[in-house]
């Protein structure tokens, strides 16, 4: 699909990524990361976010100054406690089709662009931040039932085991 404008983005087409129908055009674009973490018995690590209620890998924005890879890796011990380096990218997701929206409790709606990366973990404790109610290791087969849409296709990618990132 190519948008020639954002009047010409028809938003009631779309969903956001807890699947619920977006209510307007996004507000900003963010540029976003999630780190892919799995324990030793090859579960994933996931996060219960405290704003939507929703488990997710831990991640989120990319600040000024910073690239994706010191993003990845300082969300990821913001939210979780753990020190980790970046192995390889999964994949940049963006499409409408991978739920890239976000709305968040106050309405305010981003539509990310997210780097997506295998991290391997090397130091730290595992804590819940002020950013989630809840933290875990799950089977892929497993995974929470209110896990976000978005990350549920992240997942399956990081699962296939392809070298190529996926673009969506």
Known sequence: MKV??????????????????????????GVATNG????ETGKI????RSDIDFWGMPGGNVE??????QGVVREVFEETGLQVRVERLIGIYSEPESYPFMRYPDGY???????VFTCDYFAGELR???????IDYFPADNLPKNTLLSHRIRIEDALTGLVSPFIR
């Open 109 to 115: 709606t981003v539509h990310y662009i997210t780097h």
């Open 64 to 69: 000024i100054g910073e690239s994706v890879e």
């Open 4 to 29: 020639q404008s954002t009047e010409d983005f028809d938003y009631k087409k779309w969903q956001d990524s807890t699947g619920a129908p977006l209510q307007k055009i996004p507000d900003r674009i």
């Open 36 to 39: 892919f973490l799995r324990d």
């Open 45 to 48: 690590l996931m996060q219960r």
């Open 128 to 134: 819940v931040s002020d950013e989630s109610t809840d």
